[in-house]
C-alpha cells in the first residue's frame, strides 16, 4: 500500500475517534440495538393469556383445560360462562385465545369418535395466532393421544377446530399493511422534522431565525406544523393504497383512526424536534433518526408481539408512541371500535406529544442561551 495512502488512512481514522461524539455513534447505536433484537425479537409464546368455555364439564374435558393451563405457553385467565363473553374479551385484547370445549365433547371420546375442539384466536395479528394454533393443536393432539391409550381408543381422537376473529383467513397482509401505515407515518414525519432545523444550522440561517421578531413558540410551531401535516398526509396514501389496491378491509370509524394519526404525529413531531434541537448537522440528525426509529419499531409489536417481551422491556414499550399507533390503526381496520375503546391509547399518545413537545421547547431554549 502506498505511504501517502495509508496515512491518508490514519488521519481518518484519528479524525473519527478523536470526535466524542463520533465515537458515541460508532459504539453506543450498535450495542442499544443489539439489546432490543436480542431481548425484544421473539417469535416465542410464552403465557399467553386465554379463556375457557367449557360447555362439557367433565373430567375429559377438565383435563384437556389442565393441559393447557399446565403448558408454558398458556396462562389461564378467566372461565366463561357464555358464548357472548367470548368477542368482548378478545375484543379488549384480555385474551388472545379462547379454548370452547363442545357440550359432546366427553360422549364422543367414549364413543370414540373425533372430539371437536374450538379454539378461537385474535386474527389481527395473523402471525401469533398461527403460533397460538400450532401450540394449541400440539396440546389437543398429545391429549387426545393420551386418552385414547388410556382407554383402549384408536388416536387420535380430539381434534382442533379453528376459528379467528376479525381476519378469518388469517391472511398477514392484514396485519402487516396497517402496521405499514403507522411505520411510513413516523419515518416521514420524523425525518422532515428532525432534518428541518439541522438543515438551517447548516446552512447558517437558523442564528438569523433567533434575532426575528419571531418568539421561541413561533419557531417550534413553524418548524413542526409542515412535518406533522406532511406526516398525515402520506398516511392518508398509504390509507388508501391499503384498502382500494390490496383490498384490506375497513371496518372501523374515519373519525377514530384519524384522531389517533393526528395524536400520533404530534407525538413523533416532539422527537423529532428534540433530535433537531440536539444536532448541528443532518447527517447527526439522520443518525439519531435512525437511532430512534429501529427500536421504535421492534418495541412496537409491528412484527413481534409486545406480551412475548421480558417485562422490563415491555414497561420500555409504554414511552413509545408507535405502539398505541398500531394498536389503533389495527382495531380501527378489522374491527369497529368505539372511541370509549381506544380512549387508553388515545390519551397515552396524548401524554407523550405533550411531553416530547415540552422537552423539545426546554432543549431550544437551553440551546438558544
Known amino acids: ?75 389461564q385467565v378467566a372461565q366463561l360462562h357464555s358464548a357472548r363473553d367470548i368477542k368482548p374479551l378478545i375484543e379488549s385484547r384480555q385474551v388472545e385465545m379462547v379454548l370452547d370445549i ?48 388410556a382407554h383402549g381408543a384408536p388416536p387420535p381422537l380430539a381434534r382442533l377446530e379453528a376459528r379467528a376473529l376479525y381476519n378469518p383467513n388469517l ?27 439541522a438543515r438551517e444550522r447548516e446552512a447558517g440561517t ?27 398526509v402520506e398516511a392518508n396514501v398509504i390509507i388508501a393504497a391499503a384498502v382500494f389496491w390490496f383490498q384490506v378491509p375497513f371496518h372501523g370509524g374515519l373519525v377514530q383512526l384519524y384522531t389517533g394519526l393526528v395524536l400520533f404525529a ?10 433537531s434541537a440536539l444536532v448541528a448537522t443532518q447527517q447527526q440528525a439522520l443518525l439519531g433518526a435512525f437511532l430512534f426509529m429501529v427500536p421504535s419499531i421492534i418495541l412496537s409489536g409491528f412484527a413481534t408481539p409486545i406480551a412475548n417481551m421480558p417485562v422490563p422491556v415491555q414497561w420500555l414499550t409504554l414511552i413509545n408512541p408507535m405502539r398505541y399507533a398500531l394498536a389503533i390503526i389495527r382495531r380501527c381496520f378489522l374491527a369497529q371500535p368505539g372511541f370509549g375503546a381506544l380512549l387508553p391509547d388515545y390519551a397515552a ?21
Not at 210 to 231: A, E, N, R, Y
Not at 266 to 275: Q, R, S
Not at 361 to 367: E, P, S, T, V, Y
Request: glycine letters at 6%.
Open 102 to 149: 363442545d357440550p359432546r365433547f366427553s360422549r364422543f371420546l367414549f364413543t370414540h369418535q373425533p372430539a371437536p375442539v374450538q379454539v378461537i384466536v385474535d386474527g389481527r395479528n395473523s402471525n401469533t395466532a398461527l403460533l397460538i394454533l400450532g401450540y394449541a393443536n400440539s396440546i389437543i393432539a398429545d391429549d387426545g393421544s393420551a386418552w385414547a391409550a
Open 206 to 232: 437558523f442564528d438569523q431565525i433567533l434575532v426575528t421578531p419571531l418568539t421561541q413558540m413561533d419557531i417550534l410551531l413553524g418548524k413542526s406544523i409542515p412535518g406533522l401535516i406532511i406526516g398525515v
Open 171 to 197: 391472511d398477514s397482509h392484514w396485519f402487516i399493511i396497517p402496521g405499514i401505515v403507522a411505520l411510513l407515518t413516523q419515518v416521514v414525519t420524523l425525518l422532515v422534522v428532525g432534518l428541518s432545523v
Open 349 to 369: 399518545l396524548a401524554a407523550l406529544g405533550f411531553c416530547s413537545l415540552l422537552a423539545a421547547a426546554w432543549l431550544f431554549r437551553k440551546r438558544a442561551v
Open 1 to 75: 500500500m502506498p505511504c501517502h495512502l495509508l496515512a491518508l488512512i490514519v488521519k481518518e481514522f484519528l479524525a473519527i475517534l478523536r470526535d466524542a461524539k463520533s465515537r458515541l455513534v460508532l459504539i453506543g447505536p450498535p450495542l442499544i440495538q443489539l439489546i432490543v433484537f436480542g431481548y425484544a425479537a421473539s417469535f416465542d409464546l410464552n403465557h399467553v393469556p386465554f379463556a375457557v368455555y367449557d360447555q362439557d364439564q367433565s373430567v375429559a374435558s377438565r383435563d384437556l383445560v389442565a393441559a393447557f393451563a399446565g403448558s408454558p405457553a398458556f396462562q
Open 266 to 275: 404530534i407525538a413523533v413531531t416532539g422527537i423529532g424536534l428534540m433530535i
